[in-house]
């Protein structure tokens, strides 16, 4: 695949998935921004890539995604050093913490706030960086060499396509993402706009600890890194599929899920809908 006119921002990519991708793109010659709100490390990992390859151009942004002005700000970056974007992953995400002390805290008292801070990071902030890429490939005049006005790329997880009790708020957050990807990716598509989803098992990173990852190599679900950034290129250049995910396994690598079917009356209440919402889209 060769991608040395295109231009990507990436979320998240001074750490785990988004820099082993960085790292990825900047090998095939193309143009990166990184943004993270680890700015030390972004700009740590944007130096190494601009020394190791020639005429390399990665550049680097802080961004806190969970807010709005934040985004938009680091967005505006990423244009002034790109120019024109052809592709915008958002991958930025925490993993579960506690929405609420356990059963035993709760039971007097006022009723409690749930910290939903992981929501607004991997929910609402990955919805952020999506709607701020579709707003700039709407202005760009010309096309990608692949002929689209550009393609964004999530990390969702499996824990938006399973149940997975052991972090709910983290799982409605992804699921959120997947929801989104397979509904506005097929509404964008008609735009020259590709919106996908890459739905990772468990894969090495800092998101969580080396003993984690450990038992999860023995236990045979620790997914290669490699099999990951396969998850990303198979919604890159000339695909044109939209509103899809990828799921990422340790044994069979990357697949695109196929999820099942509405019941009769669900689909029919789906096209209802659609018909009569599709002023909100015009
Ligand atoms: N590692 C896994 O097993 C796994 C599995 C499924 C999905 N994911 C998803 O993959 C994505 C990347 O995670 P990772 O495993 O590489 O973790 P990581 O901790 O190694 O990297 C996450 C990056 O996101 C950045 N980040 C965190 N909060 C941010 C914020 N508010 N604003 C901007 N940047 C922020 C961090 O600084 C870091 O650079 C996440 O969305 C995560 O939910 C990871």
């Not at 988004?18 to 993270?36: P, Y």
């Not at 990173?205 to 450990?214: C, D, V």
């Not at 990828?246 to 069979?252: F, H, L, N, S, T």
Request: aromatic content about 10%; proline content about 4%; some cysteine.
């Amino acid at each position: 695949m060769t991608l040395e006119a295109e231009t990507a921002y990436v979320t998240g990519g001074a750490n785990g998935i988004g820099k082993a991708l960085v790292g990825l793109l900047a090998a095939k010659g193309m143009k990166v921004c990184v943004a993270d709100l680890n700015i030390s490390g972004a700009k740590q990992w944007a130096s190494a890539l601009n020394q190791t390859h020639a005429n390399q151009n990665i550049s680097a942004t802080m961004v806190d995604v969970s807010s709005w002005d934040s985004q938009a700000a680091a967005f505006e970056d990423a244009v002034k050093s790109l120019g024109r974007i052809d592709y915008v992953f958002a991958v930025a995400g925490v993993a579960e913490r506690r929405a609420l002390p356990n059963a035993s805290g709760t039971t007097t008292g006022p009723f409690m706030k749930p910290d939903f801070t992981v929501y607004d990071i991997c929910g609402t902030g990955m919805m952020y960086t999506i709607w701020l890429g579709v707003q700039q490939f709407r202005r760009q005049k010309t096309l990608s060499p692949y002929g689209f006005k550009g393609k964004i790329i999530c990390v969702s997880s499996v824990t938006g396509i399973y149940s997975f009790p052991g972090s709910p708020v983290y799982s409605a957050a992804k699921h959120a993402v997947v929801g989104f990807v397979r509904s506005y990716g097929k509404v964008v598509a008609q735009e020259n706009i590709t919106l996908n989803a890459v739905c990772p098992g468990i894969v090495e990173t800092n998101i969580s600890s080396p003993e984690f990852y450990a038992e999860a190599k023995s236990r045979g679900c620790l997914v290669k890194m490699e099999h990951m950034m396969n998850g990303f290129e198979m919604f890159m250049g000339a695909e044109s599929m939209s509103g899809e995910c990828a799921e990422v396994v340790a044994k069979y690598g990357a697949r695109v899920v196929e999820f099942p079917a509405p019941s009769k009356e669900s689909a029919i209440g789906r096209d209802f809908v659609i018909e009569k919402h599709r002023h909100l889209n015009d």
